[in-house]
């Protein structure tokens, strides 16, 4: 915090602060800085003056070429017979307000007033964690933001198909989520002072397993087989085979069964008689499961 003394002698109690009197003193009707950068704030003045003060509020900053603040951020710029100016450093929000030149010439004080402002870059303070629904669930996603002037919050969808924004919102509400709205969710805060912030949110849609691929396959007696299961499930499914009602267990001697993320492949190293017949796929997960049957046929 800016420590400095109280103005006791420049501005008599009852005079008005003016801002603009007549031409003089002409000081700067705003300064807007962003934070952290140098605010100059400057006095034109003349040979008619014999005191000068910068001051905030009621404080005295500088009064001629002494300084009567604490702060080091403050220094002297000029004090010549035409400019009065000062600077402040690492200008932070609490910086910011009016700044007075305070002049005094023929025994008359004159004052002129400038407002600085500090602009403060866009920064998300508070977004949603990751989450993870059923689908037909409701989601709730909240983005807080700060920046000096307020920044525009806005949310959109990362995804091939997603379009514009949104929500134009801190808050982005989705009622009974499909598993197409799934994936990640970005929030940007923008406010012209800096580059729009940006963070994001992954949301997972969970549904019941989905078989999508389960064909029949002809092959000839001695030649590899294979048959192939595709499922999209969230959490991926767990496959089984069965063959009529008789489950085929890994390792089974002339079968080899591989199960991935969202397949499963049953394959038959050297196709036999026995082997053709009726084959059903099970994929499950938490929510359900569903299957499919196939035929293992000969050419």
Not at 38 to 67: E, H, M, P, Q
Not at 195 to 204: F, S
Request: glycine content about 6%; charged content about 20%.
């Amino acid at each position: 915090v800016v420590l400095c003394l109280r103005l006791l002698f420049l501005v008599p109690a009852g005079v008005p602060v003016r801002s603009g009197d007549a031409t003089f003193p002409k000081a700067m009707d705003n300064v807007t800085v962003r934070q952290g950068e140098s605010a100059t704030l400057r006095c034109s003045v003349d040979n008619r003056v014999t005191r000068v003060a910068w001051l905030n509020r009621s404080s005295i900053l500088y009064a001629g070429n002494d300084k009567w603040c604490l702060d080091p951020r403050v220094v002297l710029l000029a004090n010549t017979k035409t400019q009065y100016s000062i600077q402040i450093q690492d200008v932070d929000v609490y910086d910011e307000g009016p700044y007075t030149c305070s002049v005094q010439t023929d025994n008359h004080p004159k004052t002129s007033r400038v407002h600085l402002i500090v602009q403060v870059s866009p920064k998300i303070t508070e977004i949603s964690s990751d989450i993870s629904i059923n689908e037909g669930g409701n989601v709730s996603l909240t983005c807080i933001a700060t920046g000096r002037p307020d920044p525009t919050i806005t949310w959109r969808h990362i995804s091939p198909k997603a379009v514009g924004f949104i929500s134009e919102d801190e808050y982005l509400e989705i009622t009974g989520i499909t598993r197409e709205q799934s994936g990640e969710y970005e929030c940007s805060a923008s406010n012209d002072v800096a580059a729009p912030v940006v963070q994001r949110v992954k949301v997972t849609v969970n549904y019941p397993p989905y078989i999508s691929d389960a064909k029949s396959t002809g092959v000839p007696v001695g030649q590899k087989g294979i048959l192939l299961c595709e499922a999209s499930a969230v959490p991926s499914a767990d496959f089984q085979w069965y063959k009529d009602d008789k489950r085929l267990a890994e390792g089974q001697k002339g079968l080899k069964v591989e199960n991935k993320a969202f397949f499963s492949r049953l394959t038959f190293f050297n196709v036999s008689e026995q082997d053709y017949g009726n084959y059903t796929c099970v994929a499950s997960n938490q929510l359900g499961n569903t299957n499919a049957s196939m035929i293992l046929y000969g050419e």
